[in-house]
């Protein structure tokens, strides 16, 4: 089994604070794509509304997780890391260094990026 990498707190912090955001499905609720946030501690991943004020938020599939064609570079080798999923989370990993981490690591928390009204 990989290990875990484990994000320094300063690393995570500015990770989840930085302006990029992962865009999901569209919303059903205003038909807008979706921001994909950390809806919950553990590494639970939703896509969210972004219209201003709406609460709306769906659960975010592994096909569209597999779908996302993000290039995430391993923290100790740079190379890509391919999907997977660990500890029942939806995981990047490296399978030279033989560690991984969870795509929720890298999203910021909803109440973090929500437009209010």
């Excluded at 509304?49 to 080798?77: I, M, R, T, Y």
Aim: glycine share 6%; charged share 15%; hydrophobic share 35%.
């Amino acid at each position: 089994m990989p290990t875990y990498f484990p994000w320094q707190p300063d690393a995570r912090a500015a990770w989840k604070s930085y302006p990029v955001r992962v865009s999901g499905p569209s919303s059903q609720c205003h038909n807008l794509p979706t921001l994909l946030v950390q809806s919950m501690r553990g590494g639970f991943v939703t896509a969210n509304c972004p219209h201003p004020g709406c609460d709306g938020h769906e659960l975010f599939s592994h096909s569209q997780f597999e779908a996302l064609d993000l290039w995430v570079g391993c923290p100790k080798c740079r190379r890509k890391m391919s999907t997977a999923i660990a500890d029942s989370n939806y995981s990047f990993l490296c399978g030279p260094c033989d560690l991984y981490f969870y795509l929720a690591d890298v999203l910021p928390d909803w109440p973090d990026i929500a437009i209010v009204g």
